[in-house]
């Protein structure tokens, strides 16, 4: 069992910065993928971004690249996602989950453990 913690979110003005962070426990993350999704209100959950086991593995949306970096500490069992120049469509549930394997691409399906979300809201 792994249980999955999000923090980091909150209200942020458009251009702000905001740096999402995913704590787990009851297990290592160290050889299991990781990704981020979101879900806007009335939206389905959409992929955001992933990292294998090795840090230099990631995957990303095309809507985000280049604006949200995926990154991970494995000595401290934590995933963040840092995501810059936000805009109000980027207002969403935040969401950090936990691959089969080493699985960190964009299938939702093939996550088996998820957080309860944090929420980033983009307004003036």
């Known amino acids: 069992q792994a249980q999955l913690v999000e923090s980091g979110g909150g209200l942020v003005q458009p251009g702000g910065s905001l740096r999402l962070a995913c704590a787990a426990s009851g297990r290592t993350l160290s050889m299991s993928g990781m990704g981020w999704f979101r879900q806007a209100p009335g939206k389905e959950r959409e992929f955001v971004a992933g990292?294998?086991?090795?840090?230099?593995?990631?995957n990303y949306a095309d809507s985000v690249k280049g604006r949200f970096t995926i990154s991970r500490d494995n000595a401290k069992n934590t995933v963040y996602l840092q995501v810059n120049s936000l805009k109000p469509e980027h207002t969403a549930v935040y969401y950090c989950?936990?691959?089969?394997?080493?699985?960190?691409?964009?299938?939702?399906?093939?996550?088996?453990?998820w957080g309860q979300g944090t929420q980033v809201t983009v307004s003036s």
């Open positions: 989950a936990l691959g089969v394997g080493t699985y960190y691409g964009p299938s939702a399906v093939r996550y088996n453990y």
């Open positions: 990292i294998g086991w090795n840090t230099g593995m990631t």
